[in-house]
């Protein structure tokens, strides 16, 4: 059948009607499906901006008030609530019909506010009973539901590590099954309503197609079957996307609590540790350790890890340019590889055989500064890393890698703020602080605890003639000698120019000792650059001891009984050790107050005599401790022993009578000045017999230049009629005399002093205490610095 002009354009215009109605049922189909993704996204973005604005904000208020509230009982628990639940309207007003918000305290009723939940409390009662069993499992956390129509999530409220209630915050959401069917139904009528339309239009416009009628039926059923089958398909892609967004919304909010609490982070360790959570929660690693470049050791190591074994986190080490973080480090690109058991390198075969890793994903750990580490993620099957794992992974890496820049800088500030720039040590506020600590800890403990203070010798002259650079070289090894001697739990400081400090834990007065002996030695024994210049050939040290709460009560006081007996060793000949003495102080306690400031003036006699008298100053308190070795030995009392104390540090006091040009005359002194020198004994003894408990100690004083042949002075006593005190006083004076430099002569050899000793045996001195004295010298308890020391008995007062 031929066709006419009008027929062809009407056929032509039905097509085009048809095709319009197709093309529109599309378009429907397409705007139903962004209708759906759009509604789905807008819920997501809402649902975390509230989560960010309320929960991770404002209601950290509420949630400490909560705290409070747990504790109160009867009517103010009432009240409490009552106020929570003002709180919680006001934290929630302005938001969508459908969001809402429960807190559940632990041993208290439930409290809503706003709305329920469809299901109401026992809905909220059945997700409670979940999150216990949860957190059974110590997964402190908060958790995601969507079910019965509601998106919430259940956080723990978390004071002093344990749990004391719960937040429920909520929002209501129409299932998707319900929108798609709601938007099937709108496409079908869309398509009805366009079909008809179209039929009309044919119907008017082609009555010459009629006997066509059939077939254009049965195109349109077809068009109908076409038009309908994408909607199952459609469907099926909603949910696909609908599934995705709730994952990635997961994701976003893992990403974002990990992060706060990355920034949050000023520790080092603790910035690591949540880097690696974040890995964990973000990435979903199991398996991850980060690196740190040590440019000093030139190496790479683990910091911190999951999933590894300690060993191997302890072992493994790397040098740049080896293994695969060693590469990374060279190149600043990530690499990875899916088959590990394919690299025979040790390294990796370790981490194979013991570990159990198959394959490997390395990024760079950047800082602003640069290049910081690595961070290793691995998994233990054949895995290929994608392109957009390793783009997360390296988006993780940069912000942890900030993280750490920003901890490992406040890590320097801190260490700077209480360390000395050179050698490493505390400085002296440092000192002050930790020294106020560890004698609170002492006194709390009843434990003792001792203080040393040490001091290069002649280091000025070292300074002047090698210059400060090379004298700072020398106080850097010096304080590694110090801490190399000490044990792990002492404290070592650096208390100002060549003057250090250490602290004793729990040490005894001869703990101390031994411990300040063994350092003493060993900086005498090292080979120091410039050590042959010195004076004595060799690079030595003073030390002064003293003990809490022995010598002192107050952390000032503890310093300046030390600072004493590092003066003391200085002044009697350096490179020895001396410790404060106690006994004087104990005496003043026990005095009366006019006795007390009778014997607080003799002290400053001796004071103002050592001024006068180089070779005086530190001669009775070596007298002291020689004559108390001496009466050890012989067997005295302790009250003896005491007695002999007093007489020998009060022996010389009488020498404020002499001037000062007898007692530093470099040539012989006439008749004259011998009859007075002669003279301090007596004078000595009267001074010290104004104070009633030194009368027995003033006749010592007086006597002890008598002859053991009745040849002495001042009353020309003879053998035991001599007091025995003053016999041992004789023989030590002598000693110290003998060995100690003076103006008119140098000091003497040990052997040569004790020669000179035995020889006047039965004439000057007593015969029985030069063989006790010459046992104590020739068995080395009386020779070399320090060795002075009374260590045998407890100093009491008379």
């Known amino acids: 059948m031929k066709l006419n002009l009008r027929t062809r354009l009407t056929l032509i215009l039905a097509v085009l009607v ?54 109160a009982e009867g009517t103010k628990w009432q009240e409490l609530k009552a106020e929570l639940q003002r709180l919680v309207t006001a934290e929630l007003v302005g938001s969508a019909d459908e969001m809402g918000a429960a807190y559940h305290v632990e041993g208290r009723d439930w409290l809503v506010a706003v709305k329920e939940p469809p299901g109401g409390e026992l809905f909220l009662r059945q997700l409670l009973r979940r999150v216990h069993q949860l957190e059974n499992k110590n997964i402190w956390e908060e958790h995601l539901f969507t079910e019965n129509g509601v998106q919430m999530i259940v956080r723990p409220l978390i004071r002093n590590d344990q749990i004391i209630g719960h937040v429920f915050v909520w929002r209501t959401i129409e299932p998707i099954e319900n929108l798609i069917d709601k938007l099937k139904t709108e ?45 199952p398909k459609v469907g099926s892609e909603l949910e696909e996307i609908a599934a995705a967004i709730e994952t990635l919304s997961v994701s976003l909010l893992n990403l974002q609590e990990a992060s706060k609490g990355l920034v949050a982070s000023r520790y080092l360790d603790e910035t690591l540790q949540r880097g690696l959570e974040m890995i964990e929660r973000v990435f979903g690693a199991k398996y991850a350790a980060i690196f740190l470049y040590d440019e000093k050791a030139d190496e790479l190591s683990i910091k911190a890890s999951i999933g590894l074994s300690r060993e191997y986190v302890k072992t493994v080490r790397m040098k740049k340019g080896e293994g695969y973080s060693g590469r990374v480090m060279l190149t600043d690109l990530p690499s990875a ?36 580490g690595t961070i290793e993620v691995y998994t233990k099957h054949k895995h290929t890393f994608t392109p957009s794992e390793i783009s997360l992974l390296s988006s993780l890496a940069h912000q942890i890698g900030l993280s750490v820049e920003n901890a ?53 002259q070292y300074n ?53 002996e063994r350092i003493r030695q060993k900086v005498a024994d090292s080979r120091f650059e410039g050590r042959l210049q010195q004076p004595s050939g060799r690079i030595t040290c003073s030390i002064g001891i003293a003990q809490y709460p022995v010598h002192a009560k107050t952390l000032e006081d503890l310093v300046k009984r030390a600072d004493e007996a590092l003066y003391r060793a200085k002044y009697n000949g350096r490179n020895r050790v001396a410790y404060h003495l106690t006994f004087m102080d104990a005496l003043l306690e026990s005095l009366p107050a006019e006795e007390k400031n009778k014997l607080e003036r003799l002290k400053t006699m001796i004071t103002v005599i050592n001024a006068r008298d180089r070779y005086t100053f530190g ?48 040539g012989d002194l006439t008749e004259a000045e011998w009859e007075q020198l ?42 035991d009629n001599i007091p025995l005190e003053a016999r041992i006083l004789a023989v030590v004076d002598a000693w110290d005399a003998m060995t100690s430099t003076r103006v008119f002569r140098e000091a003497k ?37 320090g060795s002075h020391q009374c260590r045998g008995h407890e100093l009491r007062p008379l």
């Open 18 to 71: 048809f095709f319009s109605c197709g093309l529109t049922g599309w378009l429907a189909v397409y705007r139903a499906k962004s209708v759906i993704e759009d509604e789905m996204l807008d819920q997501v973005k809402r649902i975390s901006l509230h989560l960010d604005k309320k929960i991770e904000g404002d209601f950290e208020m509420i949630m400490a008030r909560l705290g409070v509230i747990n504790a």
């Open 464 to 516: 002047d003639t090698f210059g400060h650079p090379a004298g700072d070289r020398l106080l850097k090894e010096f304080a590694r000698i110090l801490v190399e001697n000490v044990r792990p739990d002492d404290i070592v400081a650096r208390y100002g120019g060549e003057e250090f400090a250490i602290i004793l834990r729990e040490t005894s007065l001869e703990q101390a000792l031994d411990i300040a």
């Open 749 to 785: 050899g040990p052997e040569q002093a004790l020669l000179e000793i035995r020889e006047q045996s039965g004439k000057q001195f007593d015969p029985r205490i030069v063989e006790i004295f010459t046992a104590l010298v020739e068995g080395g308890e009386l020779n070399g610095p």
């Open 337 to 372: 590889t899916d088959d590990l058991r394919r690299d025979e390198r040790t390294v990796w075969v370790q981490m194979v055989r013991f570990e159990g890793i198959v394959s490997l994903l390395v990024v760079p750990l950047r800082g602003k500064g640069g290049l910081l």
């Open 408 to 460: 490992m800088l406040f890590e320097e500030m801190q260490t700077r703020a209480i360390t000395d720039r050179l050698t490493g040590l505390y400085n002296q506020k440092q000192f002050y602080e930790l020294l106020q600590s560890e004698i609170a800890a002492a006194q709390l403990y009843k434990k003792p605890l001792s203080l040393l203070m040490l001091d290069v010798d002649f280091f000025k």
């Open 619 to 666: 001669h009775s308190e070596r007298v002291m401790m020689l004559a108390c070795k001496v009466g050890e030995r012989m067997g005295l009392t302790a009250e003896r022993l005491n007695l002999l104390q007093l007489a020998a540090y009060f022996h010389d006091i009488g020498k404020m009578e002499v001037t000062k040009e007898i007692l530093c005359k470099e």
């Open 187 to 231: 496409i079908l009528l869309v398509f009805i309503l366009t079909f008809v339309m179209g039929l009309a239009g044919v119907f008017w416009l082609s009555r010459a197609l009629l006997t066509d009628v059939d077939k254009i039926k049965e195109g349109i059923q077809r068009l109908k079957f076409d038009l309908h089958s994408p909607l």
């Open 678 to 719: 002669k003279q301090h004994a007596v004078a000595g003894g009267a001074v010290v017999k104004t104070i009633p408990v030194l009368a027995e100690a003033a006749l010592i004083i007086r006597h002890h230049h008598e002859r053991y042949d009745g040849s002495g002075y001042p009353d020309g006593l003879a053998g």
